[in-house]
Structure formats: structure tokens, C-alpha cells
């Protein structure tokens, strides 16, 4: 409504569609059914026998990363019966599939290399993430620098003593 109380021209032109879907609905509505007909149907349901069953959950834990997943024993099998069985949780089952794909050596190969890194992770990575992400960059700047670039140092020391030291003569 419009702050002087009148409705405004849109409203007004909405007014006989809703009249129309509101009086449709209207026909289709039903009385609330007293509590002895819901109390006689819940005891009907109780009769029947139960066609959805129950699985039993299972905590597995990923052989990869460490991390633990809720999961039916069925779908544990299954992903055991993919992965050699090893239980590997869905993040980790991304990774090998990619990794698998990228290099095509196959599933077991993928997930070789892939619990190799998350060892690695889990050893180092978790303790002191500073030093591990400067380790991973230091890799990339290796693969950068190509195999023929000459070892560059990494001491400041040194590089400040080939900017003062004067030339050979």
C-alpha cells in the first residue's frame, strides 16, 4: 500500500487475477480433519510394514588425507572396490581421478603419487604451513627456470657481495 493508505495502480490492476486464482483455490481446499481421523490413520500406518529400511552408517577414515567420513557400508565397498581396496574420501577420490586422467598411467598409479603428496603434507605441511607453502613456491620457480638455467643462489650475502665487490681487473 502506498503511505496514504491507498492502493497503488499495479495493485489495483493485480486485484481481479488474484480474485480468480484465490476463488480457484478455494474449491480445491478441505476441512482440517479432526484429531481422531489423523489418530485412526497413524494407527493404520503403524500396521503396514515399513518399506524403507534403515542403513547402518559406518565412520571411515581416508587412507590419503586422514580425514573421517560418515558413510552406509555399501557405498565404503564400493569405493574400496574402485581405489585397490583403500577407503579414499571424496576430496582425495577428485584428486587421483584427475591426476589419473592427466597422466594416464591409471588409477593406482594416480593414487600412488597422490598419498605421496598427502604424506608429505600431512608430515610437514600441517606442523609448519609457512615453510611448506615456501617450499611449494620454491618447486614452481624451479619448473620455471627450465632444466638448462644455471643453480642461482640463495643466499643475500652472496648477492650483495657480487654487487660490491669490485670487478677483476
Not at 552408517?57 to 573421517?68: F, I, L, N, P
Not at 597422490?114 to 611449494?136: E, K, W
Request: aromatic share 6%.
Amino acid at each position: 500500500m502506498a503511505p496514504n493508505g491507498e492502493a497503488t495502480a499495479a495493485v489495483a490492476s493485480m486485484a481481479p487475477l488474484l480474485t480468480t486464482i484465490i476463488g480457484n483455490l478455494g474449491s480445491a481446499w478441505q476441512r482440517t480433519p479432526s484429531w481422531q481421523e489423523l489418530h485412526s490413520h497413524t494407527a493404520e500406518m503403524e500396521l503396514l510394514p515399513s518399506t524403507g529400511s534403515i542403513q547402518e552408517v559406518e565412520d571411515a577414515k581416508c587412507e590419503c588425507c586422514g580425514m573421517s567420513e560418515e558413510c552406509t557400508l555399501a557405498y565404503i565397498s564400493k569405493v574400496r572396490q574402485k581405489f585397490s581396496g583403500r577407503w579414499v574420501c571424496g576430496l582425495c577420490a577428485e584428486a587421483v581421478a584427475e591426476e589419473a586422467w592427466k597422466s594416464g598411467h591409471g588409477i593406482e598409479a594416480a593414487l600412488m603419487a597422490h598419498m605421496s603428496v598427502c604424506r608429505r603434507f600431512n608430515g610437514f605441511g600441517r606442523t609448519h604451513p609457512a615453510l611448506f607453502q615456501a617450499d611449494a613456491v620454491k618447486g614452481i620457480l624451479r619448473k620455471l627456470s627450465g632444466p638448462g638455467s644455471p643453480p642461482k643462489s640463495n643466499s643475500r650475502r652472496e648477492a650483495m657481495a657480487e654487487k660490491v665487490a669490485p670487478p677483476a681487473a
